[in-house]
């Protein structure tokens, strides 16, 4: 089986981009970062991207909670 190498670009946002289109009041601005930090760094595999949330640091969240932010 052929293997792909995939690479997800995260987009970056400036504070009034993220502003005027990502603000959410579930999530705060540092937790959309860790977010976007997680996504970049294991290509949107979300089950990864949740078992290494920081859990310690910022809102519990599942696997659905973390592709709803993304999507």
């Keep these: 089986m052929a293997r792909f190498n995939k690479v997800c670009e995260v987009a970056n946002y ?6 005027r289109h990502l603000t959410d009041p ?21 089950i990864v991207m949740a078992d290494r ?3 310690n640091t910022y809102k519990e969240r599942s696997v659905e909670d973390l592709k ?3 999507w």
């Design 26 to 46: 579930g999530w705060s601005r540092p937790e959309t970062d860790h977010l976007m930090d997680l996504a970049q760094r294991f290509d949107l595999r979300f």
């Design 53 to 55: 949330w920081n859990a």
């Design 14 to 19: 400036t504070e009034l981009e993220y502003t």
């Design 68 to 70: 709803e932010r993304w």
